[in-house]
């Protein structure tokens, strides 16, 4: 709900403030005052582009302020939310026309773009009138419209989950495609790097072994001479270490015959005899087990060469290579199962692309249902209007155009195009003469007609249209006075739900106003100004009489004024 409007500095209005209620608010004043003027600030603030013209003369700026409850209003929340402005119950809405020709928006205090100013607008007011802001002249709100008369939000909620899971398994499918891709350029280079590891297949820690192996093969001569010397010295020479130590333990045995204390000398010589003797076997064995003429010492150094030239190729060291082998292993591995992969992530999106469509099907059912209705009901209302051979119809139409995106869903067995709403692209059309073809509503339609269209649909989706304000500017364009009661009415009625504001130059619709303001323009020091003032009853009664009589009030003004505002 608009709650108050600031004009500063805009054409003739040099400053006002116009509070604004619910319910039926009606704005009056002679013609030229600039009731227009008010409704061109008002589509300022919502977006619409302005020329620096409309600065006041002698001024730097024009400044349109609004403030509006948005309270619960969830779009605008979430607007605010995704663009990181505060949320305040009570939002405030300002632009600024300089005569520098800088444009400047803003939304509680944080300067904005113009376009977010426009979007914000389209969630806050319904302009009606010669204005670009008209949701009805816009053809991407008609489907909006319908589905909020069906009720279909549970179903739009259903199918955008649906197709948020699709989104994700196509993104998958085609990150997958592109990495197939890759795969495939490097499937015969992994293969071959397989094959020449695994010829090698290296094993952890080998090379060390190997190297350690290689140095005692190429040392065999000298350790098989060194191995014989140190055998023959210690045991198997006539005067050996183990013949010497075994005399000197017999004199030691024989001393601790006589003194004891040579008990516990004599097992340690014992000791060093068993030691000797080990190593003696060690030295046998080891030294019988040389071969010179062994062929292993070839296959090490070949076994180490490979070891060379795979480090030179695969990081530097074994652990490297091993490391690089399970890792094209792996890659390798997924390339040979990707058919696998591809086909089971197809069938998911071809079930999804499916499910998605059953429940598009569903949508577009219940929206041509509703359609129906609307139909039937923005007729009948149009006749009430004065708009006797009218012809609304509901033109539902579907994309079945296909691109490399595959991006589409199946409806009765049709590839088609969709968005988050479904796969219906919908557009109202309509004649307002008996015997022609319905045509979209913009060229069709004069901006009188437009706002009567407008108030028989709001009249029908009233309680399931969430604009909190609807502005009405020429809705009595062509209106005779029979009619223009019966405008008066709808607008009433259509006021308990919504916020109305509506210029009108007929006594029939202003008496039926809840707050009722009038526009006057005043010569002040050889300057035109424009200012506005909300009526009280006395004052309410007396303009409606003049809008029916003239300048001159008679009685019988005043008693048809009071019976038209139902005054008693």
């Known amino acids: 709900m608009l709650k108050s409007l600031q004009i500063k500095d805009y054409a003739l209005i040099e400053n006002i403030n116009v509070i604004f209620n619910s319910g039926l608010n009606i704005i009056t004043g002679e013609t030229g005052a600039g009731k227009s003027i008010l409704i061109d600030a008002m589509s300022l603030l919502l977006g619409e582009r302005a020329s620096i013209d409309v ?45 520098k020709g800088s444009n400047r928006c803003f939304i509680n205090d944080t300067p904005v773009t113009l376009n977010l100013i426009k979007e914000l607008g389209y969630f806050l007011v319904d302009l009606h009138g010669q204005h670009e802001h008209q949701s009805l002249l816009r053809k991407e709100t008609h489907i909006e419209m319908i589905d909020e008369f069906a009720g279909l939000e549970n179903e739009l909620n259903e199918f955008r989950n649906l197709c948020k899971q699709l989104r994700n398994k196509l993104n998958d499918l085609n990150e997958l495609k592109h990495r197939e891709n890759l795969f495939k350029e490097k499937r015969d280079l992994y293969e071959f790097q397989i094959k020449e590891i695994d010829a090698v297949d290296p094993k952890p820690g080998e ?89 292993k010492l070839s296959e090490i150094r070949e076994r180490l060469t490979s070891f060379v030239m795979l480090k030179k190729k695969y990081g530097g060291s074994i652990e490297k290579v091993i490391e690089h082998r399970k890792k094209i292993g792996e890659e390798f591995n997924l390339i040979e199962g990707f058919e696998d992969k591809l086909n089971s992530l197809s069938n998911e999106i071809e079930i999804l692309r499916k499910e998605c469509g059953d429940i598009a099907a ?21 006749k009430y209007l004065g708009i006797n051979e009218a012809k609304f119809e509901t033109i539902f139409n579907y994309d ?38 319905v045509k979209p509503l913009q060229k069709v339609a004069s901006g009188g007609e437009v706002s009567r269209v407008m108030l028989s649909l709001k009249m029908i989706l009233a309680k399931s249209d969430r604009l909190p304000l609807l502005i009405f500017d020429e809705i009595d364009t062509g209106v005779s006075g029979r009619i223009a009661q019966k405008v008066g009415q709808s607008l009433k009625e259509l006021s308990k739900h919504h916020q109305i504001i509506a210029i009108t130059h007929l006594p029939q619709i202003a ?3 809840d707050h009722h303001y009038f526009v006057i323009k005043k010569e002040k020091d050889n300057r035109s100004t424009t200012s506005i003032k909300k009526l009280n009853p006395e004052e309410r009664i007396s303009e409606v009489a003049k809008l029916l009589g003239g300048e001159v009030i008679t009685d019988a003004n005043l008693k048809s004024a009071k019976e038209l505002m139902d005054i008693k």
């Open 511 to 513: 008496g039926s106003a």
């Open 55 to 99: 600065v006041r003369k002698g001024s730097q700026k024009s400044i349109v302020e609004g403030i509006f409850d948005v309270t619960g209003n969830r779009k605008v929340i979430n607007l605010l939310k995704e663009n990181d402005i505060d949320y305040m119950d009570e939002m405030i809405v300002r632009r600024e026309i300089s005569l």
């Open 362 to 382: 569903k949508l577009t059912s219940k929206r041509i249902m509703a359609s129906k209705e609307i139909k039937k009901g923005v007729e009948e209302s149009l």
């Open 400 to 437: 079945f155009s296909q691109n490399e995106d595959n991006d589409y869903i199946i409806v009765k067995g049709k590839k088609t195009k969709f968005t988050n709403r479904g796969v219906d692209k919908v557009e109202f059309h309509l004649t307002t003469n008996l015997g022609e073809d």
């Open 207 to 295: 090379e060390d072994e190997l190297e350690k192996e290689l140095n005692i093969l190429e040392n065999s001569e000298k350790l098989l001479q060194l191995t014989s010397e140190v055998f023959l010295e210690l045991y198997e020479a006539d005067e050996s270490l183990y013949d010497k130590l075994g005399e000197i333990k017999n004199k030691i045995t024989d001393l601790s015959k006589i003194d004891s204390s040579f008990i516990e000398k004599n097992n340690e010589i014992q000791s060093a005899l068993t030691l000797l003797n080990d190593v003696s076997d060690f030295l046998r064995s080891y030294k019988d087990n040389i071969d010179l003429e062994s062929n």
